[in-house]
């Protein structure tokens, strides 16, 4: 009989959650060929994207976090209470019905404010797989302490979990060592190393950008979601106003949740620029890469595993509020010698940046590194997820409640 996986992805902002989501799903419904994934998603664009078939998603009302640190409801006009309940009647529901026989939760282990914790108990008493996925670095290990303490995170990973997953190598963030207490759950930790990405295709035909794209190779910039990228297009813009003649052209994708005001002023520069085009977001952002000869970005967790998954000399230039998980990993991977990094203050003065855009494409492919980093990422979750998702001969449904 038919197997079922229920992926949870808060997204309360930016497209990273919903990306490796989404990335996950692919993989093992072309795994699994009896497999079906229902994806639970905050996220205001998860429409914007393809999915393969037995792959689908929910999406639930959106609720986004502000500056403070406080969440507010994306588009209804009703309090914050009152949407979480609605997400969680939802997400609880829709568990109800469809019946996984694994639950992935993504980042949150408790759901954004606790909203999944139901939900959890509930799979947890009819024998569900409950499954945590972390990306590589979380945030400072003092800081992450404090919001996990503040959350009870490790009460939830006790009474919940079944398996982490963490989506990276120890190489460049050791929770052992790094997180007091979290040796507790070893015998639950599977690092997976990172998440091959690569061209979307469709019964064999790779999908295209849908993009105007430069004949020459080019360094693609680009800032994730694009919510908190405006100091990195700030400082590429101006690098090629202080030298309209750098050798090389420049693609910059600010992101969909880039200010429509912030987005303007950059076009209205960037039309000034022989050398710069600009787009806001591309569904099939992979293109982008295979056509780039070099990537500026802020390191994200998935714009690192694209830099990786098509080897690109890359420049770093991380944020570092309101958390410092950018900056962590670009710092421990230039240390590796998988890509450069610049701090941003650097990176805002034009002639460093000029001479950092100027010698990129011939720098050093991550794969050049004395230790490369994983990518086997999916086929391990694949290799780990079997007994569960794999369906054996005669066996009977696994029924909803009624």
Not at 14 to 19: A, E, K
Not at 209 to 232: F, K, W
Not at 248 to 269: D, K
Not at 288 to 298: E, Q, R, T
Request: charged share 20%.
């Amino acid at each position: 009989m038919s197997r079922r996986l229920l992926i949870y992805s808060h997204d309360s902002f930016g497209l990273g959650h919903l990306r490796r989501c989404r990335a996950i799903a692919h993989h093992l419904v072309d795994h699994f060929s009896d497999l079906s994934v229902l994806i639970l998603s905050g996220s205001p664009i998860v429409g914007s994207f393809d999915y393969k078939a037995r792959v689908d998603f929910v999406r639930v009302p959106g609720v986004i976090k502000l500056r403070n640190g406080e969440y507010t409801s994306l588009h209804l006009h009703i309090d914050t209470e009152h949407t979480l309940a609605i997400r969680s009647s939802i997400i609880q529901h829709t568990a109800q019905v469809f019946a996984p026989h694994v639950c992935l939760i993504d980042k949150e282990p408790l759901g954004l404010r606790g909203e999944v914790r139901d939900t959890l108990a509930m799979l947890k008493a009819r024998g569900t797989r409950l499954v945590l996925g972390l990306r590589d670095v979380m945030d400072d290990p003092g800081q992450l302490m404090e919001e996990w303490e503040r959350k009870q995170v490790y009460p939830a990973l006790r009474a919940f979990y079944d398996t982490i997953f963490i989506y990276g190598p120890k190489a460049i963030f050791d929770p052992f060592a790094e997180l007091p207490g979290f040796a507790e759950f070893a015998s639950k930790v599977r690092f997976t190393g990172y998440l091959r990405r690569s061209l979307p295709a469709w019964g064999g035909t790779p999908r295209e950008s849908e993009l105007a794209l430069p004949d020459a190779p080019y360094i693609l910039v680009t800032t994730g979601g694009g919510g908190d990228g405006e100091g990195l297009v700030d400082a590429v813009l101006s690098a090629y106003e202080a030298r309209p003649t750098l050798p090389h052209p420049c693609v910059v994708l600010f992101g969909p949740f880039m200010q429509a005001e912030v987005r303007q002023a950059f076009h209205a520069r960037a039309e000034r620029l022989a050398q710069v085009e600009c787009h806001t977001f591309d569904a099939n952002v992979e293109q982008l890469y295979a056509g780039a000869s070099a990537v500026v970005a802020m390191g994200g967790y998935n714009v690192f595993c694209e830099i990786l998954s098509f080897d690109r000399p890359s420049l770093l230039v991380p944020r570092t509020v309101p958390r410092r998980e950018q900056w962590l990993r670009a710092e421990r991977a230039a240390a590796l010698g998988v890509v450069r990094m610049l701090e941003l203050e650097a990176a805002s003065d034009p002639e460093v940046m000029a001479d950092a855009l100027t010698t990129l494409p011939a720098s050093p492919p991550p794969s050049a590194a004395a230790e490369p980093l994983s990518l086997d990422g999916l086929e391990r979750i694949a290799d780990e997820l079997t007994p569960d998702l794999s369906t054996a001969p005669g066996e009977p449904p696994l029924r909803a409640f009624g």
